[in-house]
Protein backbone atom coordinates (compact mmCIF):
# COMPACT_ATOMS: atom_id res chain seq x y z
CA UNK A 1 0.00 0.00 0.00
CA UNK A 2 2.62 2.14 0.85
CA UNK A 3 4.67 1.51 -2.44
CA UNK A 4 1.07 2.35 -4.42
CA UNK A 5 1.16 5.65 -2.34
CA UNK A 6 4.71 6.84 -3.44
CA UNK A 7 4.46 5.29 -7.35
CA UNK A 8 0.88 7.92 -7.30
CA UNK A 9 3.03 10.73 -5.56
CA UNK A 10 6.02 10.51 -8.11
CA UNK A 11 2.85 9.81 -11.17
CA UNK A 12 1.47 13.11 -9.96
CA UNK A 13 4.51 15.40 -9.58
CA UNK A 14 5.57 14.47 -12.93
CA UNK A 15 2.37 15.15 -14.37
CA UNK A 16 1.97 18.63 -12.72
CA UNK A 17 5.75 19.13 -13.33
CA UNK A 18 4.60 18.59 -17.38
CA UNK A 19 2.24 20.99 -17.15
CA UNK A 20 3.94 23.54 -15.44
CA UNK A 21 6.72 23.35 -18.15
CA UNK A 22 4.45 23.02 -21.39
CA UNK A 23 2.28 26.03 -19.89
CA UNK A 24 4.65 28.54 -20.34
CA UNK A 25 3.28 31.87 -21.77
CA UNK A 26 3.82 32.18 -25.31
CA UNK A 27 6.25 34.98 -26.32
CA UNK A 28 7.66 36.40 -30.00
CA UNK A 29 11.34 35.67 -30.16
CA UNK A 30 13.63 37.35 -32.95
CA UNK A 31 16.30 35.23 -33.95
CA UNK A 32 18.97 36.99 -35.64
CA UNK A 33 21.64 34.81 -37.13
CA UNK A 34 22.65 36.37 -40.84
CA UNK A 35 26.78 35.55 -41.07
CA UNK A 36 27.28 32.33 -41.98
CA UNK A 37 29.22 30.48 -38.95
CA UNK A 38 27.53 27.54 -39.69
CA UNK A 39 29.41 25.76 -36.45
CA UNK A 40 27.67 28.67 -34.41
CA UNK A 41 24.18 27.95 -35.79
CA UNK A 42 24.12 24.20 -35.51
CA UNK A 43 25.28 24.62 -32.00
CA UNK A 44 22.62 26.91 -30.58
CA UNK A 45 19.91 25.56 -33.59
CA UNK A 46 18.46 22.97 -30.43
CA UNK A 47 17.57 26.25 -28.74
CA UNK A 48 15.33 27.60 -31.44
CA UNK A 49 13.86 24.74 -32.51
CA UNK A 50 13.07 24.00 -28.54
CA UNK A 51 11.77 27.61 -28.01
CA UNK A 52 9.42 26.91 -31.10
CA UNK A 53 8.58 23.12 -29.50
CA UNK A 54 7.37 24.51 -26.19
CA UNK A 55 4.36 27.15 -27.94
CA UNK A 56 7.24 30.57 -28.72
CA UNK A 57 6.85 32.03 -31.72
CA UNK A 58 10.22 31.99 -32.94
CA UNK A 59 11.08 34.53 -35.94
CA UNK A 60 14.34 32.96 -37.53
CA UNK A 61 16.40 35.37 -40.02
CA UNK A 62 19.90 33.61 -40.95
CA UNK A 63 22.32 32.17 -42.82
CA UNK A 64 21.11 28.23 -42.60
CA UNK A 65 17.79 26.61 -43.19
CA UNK A 66 16.49 24.95 -40.04
CA UNK A 67 14.39 22.08 -40.09
CA UNK A 68 10.76 22.76 -40.22
CA UNK A 69 9.15 23.40 -36.86
CA UNK A 70 5.88 24.16 -35.99
CA UNK A 71 5.31 28.19 -34.75
CA UNK A 72 8.97 28.70 -36.55
CA UNK A 73 9.32 31.16 -39.09
CA UNK A 74 12.64 31.50 -41.42
CA UNK A 75 13.80 34.11 -43.17
CA UNK A 76 17.18 32.65 -45.53
CA UNK A 77 19.93 35.35 -45.98
CA UNK A 78 21.75 33.90 -49.10
CA UNK A 79 24.61 36.33 -50.79
CA UNK A 80 27.65 35.10 -52.59
CA UNK A 81 29.56 38.35 -51.42
CA UNK A 82 29.13 37.47 -47.81
CA UNK A 83 30.24 33.81 -48.34
CA UNK A 84 33.11 35.16 -50.36
CA UNK A 85 34.05 37.69 -48.14
CA UNK A 86 33.98 34.27 -45.25
CA UNK A 87 35.96 32.50 -47.68
CA UNK A 88 38.76 35.00 -47.71
CA UNK A 89 38.49 35.37 -43.76
CA UNK A 90 39.47 32.05 -43.36
CA UNK A 91 41.85 31.75 -45.60
CA UNK A 92 43.31 34.25 -44.28
CA UNK A 93 43.59 33.33 -40.82
CA UNK A 94 44.96 30.10 -41.64
CA UNK A 95 48.29 31.97 -42.81
CA UNK A 96 48.91 34.43 -40.30
CA UNK A 97 49.53 33.99 -36.43
CA UNK A 98 47.61 35.75 -33.24
CA UNK A 99 48.30 39.44 -33.50
CA UNK A 100 47.82 39.29 -37.39
CA UNK A 101 44.21 37.45 -36.16
CA UNK A 102 42.83 40.36 -35.20
CA UNK A 103 43.72 42.57 -37.99
CA UNK A 104 41.93 40.22 -40.49
CA UNK A 105 38.87 39.66 -38.10
CA UNK A 106 38.71 43.35 -37.99
CA UNK A 107 38.61 44.18 -41.59
CA UNK A 108 36.90 41.40 -42.64
CA UNK A 109 34.34 41.92 -40.17
CA UNK A 110 33.47 45.55 -41.52
CA UNK A 111 33.51 44.07 -44.80
CA UNK A 112 30.72 41.45 -43.86
CA UNK A 113 28.93 44.27 -41.90
CA UNK A 114 28.27 46.15 -44.94
CA UNK A 115 27.05 43.41 -47.64
CA UNK A 116 25.01 41.82 -44.46
CA UNK A 117 22.91 45.01 -43.29
CA UNK A 118 21.85 45.97 -47.05
CA UNK A 119 20.35 42.37 -47.63
CA UNK A 120 16.67 42.36 -48.11
CA UNK A 121 15.92 40.55 -44.59
CA UNK A 122 17.37 42.76 -42.93
CA UNK A 123 16.18 46.14 -45.03
CA UNK A 124 12.52 44.50 -44.24
CA UNK A 125 13.04 43.74 -40.58
CA UNK A 126 15.10 47.46 -40.20
CA UNK A 127 10.94 49.27 -42.03
CA UNK A 128 9.12 46.69 -40.05
CA UNK A 129 6.77 49.08 -37.90
CA UNK A 130 3.74 46.24 -37.14
CA UNK A 131 5.66 43.09 -35.53
CA UNK A 132 6.16 42.99 -31.85
CA UNK A 133 8.75 40.90 -30.17
CA UNK A 134 9.54 40.31 -26.24
CA UNK A 135 13.34 39.05 -26.86
CA UNK A 136 15.93 39.27 -29.56
CA UNK A 137 18.50 36.44 -29.50
CA UNK A 138 21.61 37.23 -31.81
CA UNK A 139 25.48 36.71 -31.68
CA UNK A 140 26.74 40.47 -31.14
CA UNK A 141 30.11 40.26 -29.59
CA UNK A 142 31.57 38.08 -32.76
CA UNK A 143 31.34 40.18 -36.55
CA UNK A 144 27.97 41.04 -35.83
CA UNK A 145 27.82 44.05 -33.08
CA UNK A 146 25.75 46.63 -35.51
CA UNK A 147 22.65 44.04 -34.93
CA UNK A 148 22.30 44.97 -31.39
CA UNK A 149 20.60 47.75 -32.93
CA UNK A 150 17.34 46.07 -33.08
CA UNK A 151 16.82 45.76 -29.44
CA UNK A 152 16.81 49.24 -29.54
CA UNK A 153 14.28 49.52 -32.64
CA UNK A 154 11.74 47.20 -31.15
CA UNK A 155 12.32 48.09 -27.44
CA UNK A 156 12.93 44.66 -25.89
CA UNK A 157 15.95 43.29 -23.90
CA UNK A 158 18.52 41.16 -26.12
CA UNK A 159 19.99 37.61 -25.10
CA UNK A 160 23.37 37.08 -26.43
CA UNK A 161 25.09 34.16 -27.89
CA UNK A 162 28.70 33.39 -27.93
CA UNK A 163 30.44 29.81 -29.58
CA UNK A 164 33.17 30.17 -26.94
CA UNK A 165 33.84 31.09 -23.84
CA UNK A 166 33.83 35.08 -23.23
CA UNK A 167 36.80 36.88 -25.22
CA UNK A 168 38.22 39.96 -23.56
CA UNK A 169 35.83 41.99 -25.62
CA UNK A 170 33.00 39.95 -24.77
CA UNK A 171 34.02 39.84 -20.79
CA UNK A 172 34.48 43.29 -21.06
CA UNK A 173 30.80 43.98 -22.37
CA UNK A 174 29.46 41.49 -19.99
CA UNK A 175 30.93 42.90 -16.85
CA UNK A 176 32.79 39.09 -16.87
CA UNK A 177 36.02 38.60 -15.07
CA UNK A 178 39.02 37.48 -16.99
CA UNK A 179 42.00 37.10 -15.11
CA UNK A 180 44.96 37.64 -17.58
CA UNK A 181 47.12 35.12 -15.38
CA UNK A 182 45.05 32.29 -15.55
CA UNK A 183 42.74 32.95 -18.38
CA UNK A 184 44.49 32.27 -21.68
CA UNK A 185 43.13 34.17 -24.90
CA UNK A 186 41.87 31.60 -27.05
CA UNK A 187 44.42 32.87 -29.69
CA UNK A 188 47.29 30.91 -27.73
CA UNK A 189 48.19 27.76 -27.05
CA UNK A 190 48.60 28.61 -23.73
CA UNK A 191 47.15 26.37 -20.84
CA UNK A 192 45.58 28.17 -17.51
CA UNK A 193 48.90 27.44 -15.85
CA UNK A 194 51.14 29.78 -17.52
CA UNK A 195 54.83 30.64 -17.39
CA UNK A 196 56.17 33.77 -16.66
CA UNK A 197 56.66 34.85 -20.25
CA UNK A 198 53.18 33.14 -21.70
CA UNK A 199 51.50 35.20 -18.95
CA UNK A 200 53.37 38.43 -20.31
CA UNK A 201 52.46 37.69 -23.84
CA UNK A 202 48.83 36.57 -23.12
CA UNK A 203 48.10 40.55 -21.30
CA UNK A 204 50.05 42.13 -24.30
CA UNK A 205 47.47 40.26 -26.33
CA UNK A 206 44.93 40.26 -24.43
CA UNK A 207 45.13 44.37 -24.16
CA UNK A 208 45.76 44.51 -27.95
CA UNK A 209 42.24 43.19 -28.84
CA UNK A 210 40.76 45.25 -26.21
CA UNK A 211 42.04 48.66 -27.52
CA UNK A 212 42.16 47.56 -30.68
CA UNK A 213 38.18 46.84 -30.56
CA UNK A 214 37.09 49.60 -28.99
CA UNK A 215 39.02 52.50 -30.16
CA UNK A 216 39.49 50.56 -33.88
CA UNK A 217 37.16 48.49 -34.99
CA UNK A 218 33.94 49.56 -33.03
CA UNK A 219 34.09 53.12 -34.19
CA UNK A 220 34.35 51.74 -37.61
CA UNK A 221 30.90 49.45 -36.86
CA UNK A 222 29.37 52.39 -35.41
CA UNK A 223 29.98 54.61 -38.54
CA UNK A 224 28.17 51.79 -40.63
CA UNK A 225 25.33 51.36 -38.50
CA UNK A 226 25.03 55.08 -38.32
CA UNK A 227 24.67 54.97 -42.19
CA UNK A 228 22.58 51.62 -42.75
CA UNK A 229 20.65 51.10 -39.69
CA UNK A 230 18.07 54.30 -39.68
CA UNK A 231 14.18 53.60 -39.12
CA UNK A 232 11.90 55.80 -37.05
CA UNK A 233 13.63 56.65 -33.14
CA UNK A 234 16.93 55.93 -34.46
CA UNK A 235 17.70 59.73 -34.00
CA UNK A 236 17.84 58.97 -30.19
CA UNK A 237 19.47 56.04 -30.29
CA UNK A 238 22.85 55.87 -27.90
CA UNK A 239 25.80 54.40 -29.03
CA UNK A 240 26.70 50.83 -30.21
CA UNK A 241 29.00 50.39 -26.76
CA UNK A 242 26.04 51.36 -24.47
CA UNK A 243 23.45 49.05 -26.36
CA UNK A 244 26.18 46.33 -26.11
CA UNK A 245 26.90 46.79 -21.77
CA UNK A 246 23.13 46.86 -21.94
CA UNK A 247 22.52 42.84 -22.94
CA UNK A 248 20.29 40.82 -20.24
CA UNK A 249 21.98 37.69 -20.42
CA UNK A 250 24.88 35.40 -22.49
CA UNK A 251 24.75 32.34 -23.84
CA UNK A 252 27.95 30.62 -23.98
CA UNK A 253 29.28 27.64 -25.83
CA UNK A 254 31.44 26.34 -22.34
CA UNK A 255 31.66 23.50 -20.48
CA UNK A 256 34.66 22.72 -17.97
CA UNK A 257 34.92 19.26 -19.61
CA UNK A 258 36.24 20.40 -22.69
CA UNK A 259 37.72 23.67 -21.58
CA UNK A 260 39.52 25.14 -18.70
CA UNK A 261 37.77 26.12 -15.50
CA UNK A 262 36.99 30.09 -15.41
CA UNK A 263 35.10 32.11 -13.68
CA UNK A 264 31.55 33.88 -14.68
CA UNK A 265 29.42 36.29 -13.06
CA UNK A 266 25.67 35.71 -12.50
CA UNK A 267 24.65 37.54 -16.47
CA UNK A 268 26.74 34.50 -17.95
CA UNK A 269 25.35 30.98 -18.53
CA UNK A 270 27.50 28.40 -19.69
CA UNK A 271 25.37 25.67 -21.85
CA UNK A 272 27.67 23.98 -23.58
CA UNK A 273 27.00 20.44 -25.02
CA UNK A 274 23.61 21.36 -26.90
CA UNK A 275 23.65 19.86 -29.53
CA UNK A 276 24.13 16.73 -27.14
CA UNK A 277 22.08 17.62 -24.39
CA UNK A 278 18.54 15.39 -23.95
CA UNK A 279 18.69 14.58 -27.79
CA UNK A 280 17.98 11.43 -29.44
CA UNK A 281 21.56 10.29 -31.84
CA UNK A 282 20.56 10.68 -35.22
CA UNK A 283 20.24 6.72 -35.97
CA UNK A 284 23.02 5.61 -38.56
CA UNK A 285 21.88 4.68 -41.92
CA UNK A 286 21.81 1.00 -42.40
CA UNK A 287 24.76 0.85 -44.51
CA UNK A 288 27.32 2.91 -41.84
CA UNK A 289 25.69 0.90 -39.17
CA UNK A 290 26.55 -1.92 -40.86
CA UNK A 291 30.17 -0.92 -41.81
CA UNK A 292 30.56 0.36 -38.21
CA UNK A 293 29.34 -2.98 -36.39
CA UNK A 294 31.34 -5.56 -38.59
CA UNK A 295 34.65 -3.66 -38.01
CA UNK A 296 37.61 -4.14 -35.58
CA UNK A 297 36.89 -0.48 -34.69
CA UNK A 298 36.54 2.97 -36.58
CA UNK A 299 38.57 5.75 -37.34
CA UNK A 300 36.40 9.40 -37.63
CA UNK A 301 38.43 12.38 -39.92
CA UNK A 302 36.85 15.76 -39.93
CA UNK A 303 38.60 19.32 -40.26
CA UNK A 304 34.49 20.95 -39.76
CA UNK A 305 32.72 22.71 -42.22
CA UNK A 306 34.85 25.81 -42.73
CA UNK A 307 38.50 23.76 -43.76
CA UNK A 308 38.63 21.90 -46.92
CA UNK A 309 41.08 19.10 -46.67
CA UNK A 310 42.69 20.05 -49.76
CA UNK A 311 43.70 23.53 -48.11
CA UNK A 312 45.99 21.61 -46.24
CA UNK A 313 48.39 21.08 -49.09
CA UNK A 314 48.74 18.22 -51.95
CA UNK A 315 51.39 16.48 -50.14
CA UNK A 316 50.21 16.93 -46.32
CA UNK A 317 46.76 15.38 -48.15
CA UNK A 318 49.16 12.58 -49.84
CA UNK A 319 50.72 12.12 -45.96
CA UNK A 320 47.34 11.45 -44.69
CA UNK A 321 46.42 8.72 -47.35
CA UNK A 322 49.43 7.09 -47.24
CA UNK A 323 48.93 6.65 -42.97
CA UNK A 324 45.42 5.33 -43.50
CA UNK A 325 46.03 2.93 -45.71
CA UNK A 326 48.59 1.59 -43.31
CA UNK A 327 45.71 1.36 -40.77
CA UNK A 328 44.01 -1.24 -42.71
CA UNK A 329 42.38 -2.98 -39.60
CA UNK A 330 40.60 -0.41 -39.01
CA UNK A 331 37.93 1.24 -41.24
CA UNK A 332 38.47 4.94 -41.71
CA UNK A 333 35.52 7.44 -42.07
CA UNK A 334 36.53 10.96 -43.91
CA UNK A 335 34.82 13.93 -44.23
CA UNK A 336 35.71 15.54 -47.68
CA UNK A 337 34.22 18.98 -48.61
CA UNK A 338 35.73 18.70 -51.97
CA UNK A 339 34.60 17.83 -55.60
CA UNK A 340 37.09 15.06 -56.90
CA UNK A 341 37.93 12.57 -54.56
CA UNK A 342 41.58 12.24 -52.90
CA UNK A 343 43.92 10.65 -55.07
CA UNK A 344 45.49 7.07 -53.60
CA UNK A 345 42.38 6.21 -51.47
CA UNK A 346 42.68 2.72 -50.10
CA UNK A 347 39.92 0.37 -49.53
CA UNK A 348 39.43 1.05 -45.62
CA UNK A 349 38.72 4.54 -46.35
CA UNK A 350 35.17 5.78 -46.87
CA UNK A 351 34.61 9.78 -47.78
CA UNK A 352 31.76 11.67 -47.77
CA UNK A 353 30.78 15.48 -47.35
CA UNK A 354 28.73 15.07 -44.25
CA UNK A 355 28.47 12.36 -41.59
CA UNK A 356 26.03 12.33 -38.33
CA UNK A 357 29.23 13.34 -36.17
CA UNK A 358 27.47 12.66 -32.97
CA UNK A 359 26.18 9.40 -33.98
CA UNK A 360 29.41 8.48 -35.13
CA UNK A 361 31.27 9.06 -31.76
CA UNK A 362 28.39 7.82 -29.51
CA UNK A 363 28.82 4.35 -31.57
CA UNK A 364 30.90 1.75 -29.49
CA UNK A 365 33.07 0.84 -32.47
CA UNK A 366 34.46 4.31 -32.72
CA UNK A 367 38.18 4.73 -31.15
CA UNK A 368 39.52 7.51 -32.19
CA UNK A 369 38.60 10.98 -34.10
CA UNK A 370 40.98 13.13 -35.60
CA UNK A 371 40.02 16.84 -36.28
CA UNK A 372 40.73 20.38 -36.70
CA UNK A 373 40.40 21.40 -33.08
CA UNK A 374 37.05 22.94 -33.38
CA UNK A 375 35.39 23.47 -29.80
CA UNK A 376 32.44 21.60 -31.18
CA UNK A 377 34.33 18.68 -31.82
CA UNK A 378 36.59 18.26 -28.79
CA UNK A 379 33.16 18.45 -26.87
CA UNK A 380 31.45 15.82 -28.70
CA UNK A 381 34.38 13.38 -28.38
CA UNK A 382 34.80 14.47 -25.18
CA UNK A 383 31.12 13.43 -24.26
CA UNK A 384 31.75 10.45 -26.01
CA UNK A 385 34.83 9.20 -24.58
CA UNK A 386 36.66 8.88 -27.58
CA UNK A 387 40.66 10.16 -28.04
CA UNK A 388 41.50 12.88 -30.17
CA UNK A 389 44.03 13.91 -32.23
CA UNK A 390 43.97 17.61 -33.38
CA UNK A 391 45.52 18.95 -36.71
CA UNK A 392 44.80 22.85 -35.25
CA UNK A 393 44.52 25.31 -38.35
CA UNK A 394 43.41 28.95 -37.52
CA UNK A 395 41.25 30.57 -34.18
CA UNK A 396 40.59 29.01 -31.21
CA UNK A 397 41.70 25.24 -32.80
CA UNK A 398 45.20 25.03 -30.90
CA UNK A 399 43.82 26.33 -27.98
CA UNK A 400 41.23 23.72 -27.87
CA UNK A 401 44.15 21.22 -29.11
CA UNK A 402 46.44 22.48 -26.05
CA UNK A 403 43.52 21.50 -23.56
CA UNK A 404 42.95 18.09 -25.20
CA UNK A 405 46.97 17.66 -24.65
CA UNK A 406 47.20 18.75 -21.23
CA UNK A 407 43.35 16.62 -19.84
CA UNK A 408 45.31 13.60 -21.27
CA UNK A 409 42.95 12.49 -23.81
CA UNK A 410 44.78 13.26 -27.01
CA UNK A 411 47.58 14.29 -28.97
CA UNK A 412 48.43 16.96 -31.49
CA UNK A 413 49.67 17.12 -35.02
CA UNK A 414 50.93 20.60 -36.33
CA UNK A 415 49.92 20.98 -40.12
CA UNK A 416 53.36 21.34 -40.51
CA UNK A 417 53.91 18.27 -39.51
CA UNK A 418 51.56 15.81 -41.19
CA UNK A 419 53.74 12.92 -42.48
CA UNK A 420 52.58 9.32 -42.34
CA UNK A 421 54.97 8.59 -39.92
CA UNK A 422 53.84 11.90 -37.12
CA UNK A 423 50.08 10.92 -37.53
CA UNK A 424 50.34 7.08 -37.43
CA UNK A 425 52.25 7.48 -34.57
CA UNK A 426 49.45 9.82 -33.03
CA UNK A 427 47.14 7.77 -33.95
CA UNK A 428 48.61 4.42 -32.83
CA UNK A 429 49.55 5.65 -29.47
CA UNK A 430 45.89 6.42 -28.83
CA UNK A 431 44.92 3.01 -30.05
CA UNK A 432 47.31 0.99 -28.05
CA UNK A 433 48.00 3.22 -24.62
CA UNK A 434 45.35 3.25 -22.29
CA UNK A 435 45.57 5.96 -20.62
CA UNK A 436 44.13 8.02 -22.95
CA UNK A 437 41.20 5.89 -23.41
CA UNK A 438 40.81 6.11 -19.71
CA UNK A 439 41.50 10.01 -19.54
CA UNK A 440 38.62 10.69 -21.91
CA UNK A 441 36.14 8.55 -20.17
CA UNK A 442 36.93 10.49 -17.42
CA UNK A 443 35.98 13.52 -19.08
CA UNK A 444 32.92 11.83 -20.34
CA UNK A 445 31.94 11.42 -16.96
CA UNK A 446 32.40 15.03 -16.13
CA UNK A 447 30.15 16.24 -19.80
CA UNK A 448 27.41 14.00 -18.62
CA UNK A 449 27.66 14.50 -14.93
CA UNK A 450 24.84 17.84 -14.63
CA UNK A 451 22.36 19.07 -12.22
CA UNK A 452 20.58 20.77 -15.04
CA UNK A 453 19.87 19.69 -19.14
CA UNK A 454 22.09 22.48 -20.75
CA UNK A 455 18.37 22.74 -23.57
CA UNK A 456 16.52 23.16 -20.35
CA UNK A 457 19.33 25.93 -18.64
CA UNK A 458 19.54 27.87 -22.14
CA UNK A 459 15.27 27.94 -22.38
CA UNK A 460 14.85 28.80 -19.07
CA UNK A 461 17.30 31.62 -19.35
CA UNK A 462 15.48 32.85 -22.61
CA UNK A 463 12.45 33.19 -20.74
CA UNK A 464 13.79 34.49 -17.35
CA UNK A 465 14.71 37.44 -19.81
CA UNK A 466 11.47 37.90 -21.15
CA UNK A 467 9.82 37.39 -17.95
CA UNK A 468 11.57 40.16 -16.15
CA UNK A 469 12.15 42.18 -18.96
CA UNK A 470 16.02 42.61 -19.77
CA UNK A 471 16.82 41.08 -16.56
CA UNK A 472 19.09 44.60 -15.29
CA UNK A 473 19.46 43.04 -11.85
CA UNK A 474 21.88 40.78 -12.91
CA UNK A 475 23.58 42.88 -14.75
CA UNK A 476 26.85 43.64 -13.00
CA UNK A 477 28.34 47.08 -10.87
CA UNK A 478 31.63 46.99 -13.06
CA UNK A 479 30.09 48.09 -16.09
CA UNK A 480 29.11 51.35 -14.80
CA UNK A 481 32.74 51.96 -13.01
CA UNK A 482 35.74 54.06 -14.78
CA UNK A 483 38.47 51.35 -15.57
CA UNK A 484 40.02 53.58 -12.59
CA UNK A 485 37.62 52.53 -10.57
CA UNK A 486 37.40 48.82 -11.21
CA UNK A 487 41.17 48.39 -10.96
CA UNK A 488 40.95 50.66 -7.84
CA UNK A 489 43.37 52.96 -8.85
CA UNK A 490 42.14 55.56 -7.19
CA UNK A 491 41.89 53.74 -3.90
CA UNK A 492 45.84 52.82 -3.99
CA UNK A 493 46.42 56.31 -4.51
CA UNK A 494 44.76 57.40 -1.01
CA UNK A 495 45.96 53.60 1.07
CA UNK A 496 49.23 54.01 -0.40
CA UNK A 497 50.81 57.23 -2.16
CA UNK A 498 48.67 59.44 -0.01
CA UNK A 499 50.70 58.30 3.05
CA UNK A 500 53.85 57.51 1.71
CA UNK A 501 53.59 61.67 0.28
CA UNK A 502 52.20 62.71 3.84
CA UNK A 503 55.33 61.10 5.56
CA UNK A 504 57.80 62.08 3.22
CA UNK A 505 56.73 65.86 3.63
CA UNK A 506 57.21 65.36 7.79
CA UNK A 507 60.29 63.78 7.26
CA UNK A 508 61.20 67.05 5.60
CA UNK A 509 59.84 69.69 7.34
CA UNK A 510 61.49 67.74 10.62
CA UNK A 511 64.93 68.11 8.91
CA UNK A 512 64.36 71.91 8.23
CA UNK A 513 63.56 72.26 12.26
CA UNK A 514 66.01 70.83 13.90
CA UNK A 515 68.71 73.32 15.43
CA UNK A 516 71.76 73.55 13.28
CA UNK A 517 74.04 72.38 16.11
CA UNK A 518 72.30 68.95 16.46
CA UNK A 519 74.02 68.38 13.27
CA UNK A 520 77.19 69.34 14.03
CA UNK A 521 80.48 67.53 14.69
CA UNK A 522 80.82 66.45 17.99
CA UNK A 523 84.50 68.54 18.33
CA UNK A 524 81.82 71.78 17.87
CA UNK A 525 79.32 70.62 20.02
CA UNK A 526 82.22 69.86 22.78
CA UNK A 527 83.35 73.92 22.33
CA UNK A 528 79.63 75.31 22.19
CA UNK A 529 79.20 73.53 25.91
CA UNK A 530 82.39 75.27 26.79
CA UNK A 531 81.40 78.65 25.93
CA UNK A 532 77.98 78.19 27.31
CA UNK A 533 79.77 77.37 31.10
CA UNK A 534 82.62 80.31 31.53
CA UNK A 535 79.37 82.36 30.70
CA UNK A 536 77.51 80.65 33.60
CA UNK A 537 80.49 81.11 35.62
CA UNK A 538 80.89 84.81 34.82
CA UNK A 539 77.68 85.29 35.57
Not at 81 to 92: F, M, N, P, R, T
Not at 474 to 493: M, S
Request: charged share 20%; net charge positive; glycine share 6%.
Amino acid sequence: MMWEMKVSTAVTLAIIAAFCTSSVVSSNILVLMPIPFTSHILTFKPLFIELANRGHNVTYIGALNLPKTPNLQQTLVKNESIDHILEKLVAALRQTDSWGFLSYFWKYGSELNEVVLDQPAIRNLLNDESSHFDVIISEPYFLQEAFIVFGHKFNVPTVAIFPLGPTIWASYLSGNPMPFSYVPSYKTSFSDHMSFGERVQNTLLQLYEFLGTKYYYLPIIENVARRKLIYKGSENRPPLEELLTRVSLNLVDYHFSSSYNRPFGSNIVPVGGLTLARQKMEPLDKALSDLMDRSDGVIYFSLGSHIKVSALGEEAVAEIMKAFSKLSSYQILMKWNDILPPTGLSPNVHISSWFPQPSILGHPKCKVMIGHGGLHGIMEAAHHGVPFVGIPCFSDQEFNTKFVVSAGFGLRVGKEELTAENILRAVRALLEEPKYKEAAVRRSKIAKDRMVDPLDQAVYSVEYAIRHKAADHLRPAVLDLYWYQYLLLDVLLVIVVFPIVVIYMLIKCAKFHIPKFATQPPLQHEKSRKILKNKGNKS
